[in-house]
């Protein structure tokens, strides 16, 4: 289903057991993003070095991060 680098780096069976720490929602895996997506907060949970980073206080809000993906505030 997740082919390419994030079918390595996340694995399906990690992926289908992870949840958003907000609302216990599901997530969805966006390359693009490098990270997790929570529809429902509008957040995205990113992977770093493999490890998706399931903070609430850590995450982007998805409006800053669709638009154009800068990294400085
Ligand atoms: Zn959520």
């Known amino acids: 289903m997740f082919d390419?680098?994030?079918a390595n780096l996340i694995p399906q069976e990690l992926l289908a057991v992870l949840a958003c720490p907000?609302?216990?929602g599901d997530l969805i895996l966006d390359e693009k993003l490098s990270g997790l997506i929570c529809r429902k907060c509008a957040l995205?949970?990113?992977i770093r070095d493999g490890i998706p980073i399931m903070l609430i206080e850590e995450a982007r809000p998805l409006e800053q991060t669709?638009?154009?993906?800068?990294?400085?505030e």
Not at 66 to 72: A, F, P, R, V, Y
Request: contains cysteine.
């Open 4 to 6: 390419g680098l994030f």
């Open 44 to 46: 995205l949970y990113e």
């Open 22 to 24: 907000k609302c216990k």
């Open 66 to 72: 669709t638009t154009e993906e800068k990294k400085d």
